[in-house]
């Protein structure tokens, strides 16, 4: 029986995962501050998205998809998706581009930043005449308040998650282009150099 092969397959795939794993961007640290940068953001965004919103007991779904995160100068950050909607089991139909801006919470037991009391500022219809009805708009804000209660827009590694999980947060915000989360403490002394890559 030829062992040895099977043993090299899962070698190889060993070595595969390690390189990927090693290849994330891991947050940064600097003193209290724990930093996330837009692009890791996004990366994270893309792969959680499409999510779909059911409604009146499954009679209509909305679906977002195509997440596009900017973090402009302020402390709210930019976030925009596409929107279908679909009724009684159909095919979901292009509705437009919404775009929103937030503002940033920190959720230890999710160990990810959320959205907080996030408002849909635009809306670019996929038709020409199409508009945000009181009802789309609606079901779109039940959609955002529970995303933003449930669902990170960026998980913490778990790893480096555990090393926090004792310190009390005191803000988090969008600052220069990254999100930030402050907390009680010196990160340096609690998070070993190895576990970032620093």
Do not use: W
């Not at 669902?151 to 220069?176: C, F, H, M, R, W």
């Amino acid at each position: 029986m030829k062992l040895r092969p099977v043993f090299t397959r899962i070698a190889a795939c060993a070595v595969l995962i390690a390189a990927a794993v090693g290849a994330q961007a891991a947050p940064s640290i600097s003193g209290r501050e724990l930093s996330v940068g837009a692009t890791d953001v996004q990366q994270y965004l893309d792969g959680s998205f499409p999510r779909t919103q059911d409604a009146l007991g499954g009679l209509i779904a909305m679906t977002m998809s195509h997440p596009k995160l900017t973090l402009p100068q302020g402390n709210r950050l930019d976030l925009g998706f596409d929107v279908a909607l679909a009724t009684a089991g159909g095919a979901p139909a292009p509705l437009g581009k919404v775009k929103l801006s937030s503002g940033l919470r920190y959720d230890a037991q999710t160990q990810g930043f959320h959205l907080d009391q996030p408002t849909v500022d635009d809306f670019v219809p996929a038709n020409n005449g199409g508009k945000l009805d009181s009802r789309t708009r609606g079901l779109l804000n039940t959609f955002l308040v529970d995303y933003a209660r449930r669902e990170p827009i960026y998980k913490i590694d778990p790893t480096v998650a555990a090393l926090l999980g004792a310190l009390q947060v005191q803000s988090a915000q969008v600052q220069n282009g990254k999100l930030v989360v402050t907390f009680n403490q010196d990160l340096g002394a609690l998070v070993p150099a190895g576990v970032l890559g620093r």
